[in-house]
């Protein structure tokens, strides 16, 4: 929302930030384990079935101590697999790796390299507590974004403000134990308790949110032959890094999923940027909208 100033754009704000501090982490139940022990078996087999994870695998999740680097140098002979499909990966510091099916035996020799060399630096976590690494890594991303839409969007407001990002607030959520940010049946319970002078507790009890994926669906299957046709003549191909006919398989399917989807879009605009960094000269004939 924003507020308004006569005859200038006024403050906008925007709630980032708040599933990161608020909402469900990954992590959240290894770092439950460490607070609570056995007292928190009976909420760690709700998310155990919820998810169904099998007992000695989750086990062996709640009571790993790899670091970081370790777990890193561990994900790397999976690449090719896809990601999170279990506890030990659900629980980690960091989502597992993974590589899309259409990237180049070349290319992944380089992203191999580059990993190497990254768990080979120790990476130092940014808590010595797994669910709170990750809130704290979400909110610097949270907060560079913030800074990119000030940037891009001057004009829409004379200034961009995120509460949940503001450092008081984040300290105060990063102070609360783990076990506090469980609730049955309520959504973000530290924020409802935090709220509950001023929002309705039913707000917080709201079994499904809004679905917005049908315009996306559909403007990928009005642009996917576009797509196919930008993509085998994109500097991503001419430099070796997509097998182009296993992308194009993958674009032209029926059945193509959200993940799938997800990972082409940010192909576009890996190449979008490559193009951007790299200018070439355009062809008077080349009018593909993509570019």
Known sequence: MSALVPGKPGVHFTGLGGDELFGYLPALTWSLWREQHARSWSTISR????????LVPTVSALLSRASPAQELKRAIPKLRLSAAEGPADSLSWNPRPAIAPWISRSAEDLIVRTLRATAHDQLTPLNDDRSRHQMLESIQFQGRTLSQISRTFPHVATAWRAPFLERAIVESAMSVKTSERFGAGIAKPLLAAA???????????????G??????????????????????????????????????????????????????????????????????KRRPSDRNSLQ
Do not use: C
């Open 47 to 54: 998310f155990r079935r919820l998810h169904r994870w099998s």
């Open 211 to 280: 679905e917005y994926s049908l315009d996306i669906h559909t403007e990928f299957a009005r642009a996917r032959y576009e797509l196919m046709d930008y993509f085998r003549d994109s500097k991503l191909a001419r430099m070796g890094f997509l097998d182009v006919d296993i992308l194009n398989s993958h674009i032209d399917s029926p059945a193509a999923t959200g993940d799938s989807i997800g990972r082409i879009e940010n192909l576009v605009a890996v190449e979008r940027w490559l193009k951007s960094a790299t200018p070439e």
């Open 195 to 209: 709220t509950a002078r001023f929002m309705p507790a039913d707000f917080f009890k709201r079994q499904g949110k």
